[in-house]
C-alpha cells in the first residue's frame, strides 16, 4: 500500500482582498531627567538621528522645560529600536501609539 500526495492547489478566491493594514504611527518620547546635561542631549539627538544643531536644541529645550519631547515618529519596531538606543545613551525614553 502506497503513500498518496496531492500535489492539487487549494481554489484561490480572487476577490479576497489582500491588501495590508495600514500602519500605525508610534512615538519615541525623551523624557526630563536630573542626570544628563542639555549639551549632551543635544548631542545625541545628533549623533544619533542626525538632526541639526537648531532642531536637536529645540527638542531638547522641550524636555527640559515641558518634562518630555517626541523625538521620532514611525512603524512601532522602528521606534522600539530608537528608544532602546536612547536607553543606551543614558537617556530616558519610551514608545508610544501616536494620537
Do not use: C
Amino acid at each position: 500500500m502506497g503513500l498518496t500526495v496531492s500535489t492539487a492547489l487549494p481554489e484561490i478566491d480572487e476577490a479576497t482582498d489582500l491588501s495590508a493594514a495600514p500602519l500605525e504611527p508610534w512615538e519615541v518620547v525623551v523624557w526630563n531627567d536630573p542626570v544628563n546635561l542639555m549639551s549632551y542631549v543635544v548631542r545625541v539627538f545628533r549623533i544619533y538621528f542626525g538632526y541639526t544643531r537648531e532642531h536637536a536644541t529645540r527638542l531638547m529645550l522641550a524636555v527640559h522645560h515641558d518634562g518630555h519631547a517626541i523625538v521620532a515618529t514611525g512603524p512601532r519596531e522602528t521606534m522600539e529600536v530608537h528608544a532602546q538606543a536612547m536607553h543606551d545613551y543614558g537617556l530616558w525614553a519610551t514608545v508610544r501609539k501616536a494620537a
